[in-house]
């Protein structure tokens, strides 16, 4: 049986990236977060500018998330657990936001961004499922949400 979102999920999904584009950003610089369980698993990095985040969390095996910053107050929030995910982001800008949670088995996001101020969402469940987003300009926002 297929796992389905309940819609107070989805609206607070969306709540939570667009109130991300809204918070001031940290005055403590960059900062990298990486916690892996599993084994195999990969975490990338990249970040210049100021005040760019990124925070990483993969539980299951064979995860890997590749991520690239340069600008100015952009965030990364990963997450996925179950096996064989891959997360993709590369922003370039202001205040451009990620996502991205994957909690089944190869799942695949990518997402680029550059301007100011985008944002994406990004859920995916269950087995194979495919998420690209690129965005370019201002103000941009997507929400991708996957079963």
Known sequence: MPFAFPIKMTSSALAFVLALTAL?????????????????????????????????????????????????????????????????????????????????????ATVTQSGNRNAVGVIQTGRGNTATTSQHGNGNVVLIIQD
């Not at 096996?83 to 088995?105: E, W």
């Open 24 to 108: 001031p950003a940290d005055a403590s610089g960059n900062r990298v977060s990486v916690e892996q369980w599993g084994r195999d698993n990969g975490a990338a990095a990249s970040q210049s500018g100021f005040r760019q985040r990124v925070s990483i969390n993969q539980r299951g095996r064979g995860n890997l998330s590749l991520n690239t910053q340069d600008g100015a107050r952009n965030r990364v929030t990963v997450g996925q657990t179950g096996c064989n995910n891959v997360a993709d982001t590369g922003q370039s800008g202001r205040r451009n936001i990620v996502g991205v949670a994957q909690m089944g088995c190869r799942n695949d």
